[in-house]
């Protein structure tokens, strides 16, 4: 079972881009899926969690209002829309999967490759 995440890049300030998190299988139908996010130097951040059965979501205070968490179960896929990015949010994107709905980096089971995600002035 596997996680692969998509979509970084390099993007002016104010600029969108939308992350992807495939999921090799719908073993993770009752899962949750987060996104996080680790800058140089810097530890693992929360950022956003969707719990893969009914959408609950939570998106951490830091980004709330900019960004959105999302998932399509058709397509075994997790979303984070990212919106009026700013160059704080330069970091490596990583999705994983959690048996509970968290935002605690320590209880993800599971973690795809990340992307990079660069934020210019």
């Known amino acids: 079972v596997q996680l692969q995440a998509s979509g970084g890049g390099l993007v002016q300030a104010g600029g969108s881009l939308r992350l992807s998190c495939a999921a090799s299988s719908s073993t993770f139908s009752n899962f949750a899926m987060g996104w996080f996010r680790q800058a140089p130097g810097k530890e693992r951040e929360f950022v956003a969690v969707v719990y893969w059965s009914d959408g609950t979501a939570y998106v951490a205070g830091s980004v709330k209002g900019r960004f959105t968490i999302s998932r399509d179960n058709a397509k075994n896929t997790a979303y984070l829309q990212m919106n009026n990015l700013k160059p704080e949010d330069t970091a490596v994107y990583y999705c994983?999967?959690?048996?509970?709905?968290?935002?605690?980096?320590?209880?993800?089971?599971?973690w795809g490759q990340g992307t990079k995600v660069t934020v210019s002035s």
């Open positions: 994983g999967a959690a048996h509970k709905f968290t935002s605690w980096v320590d209880q993800y089971d599971y």
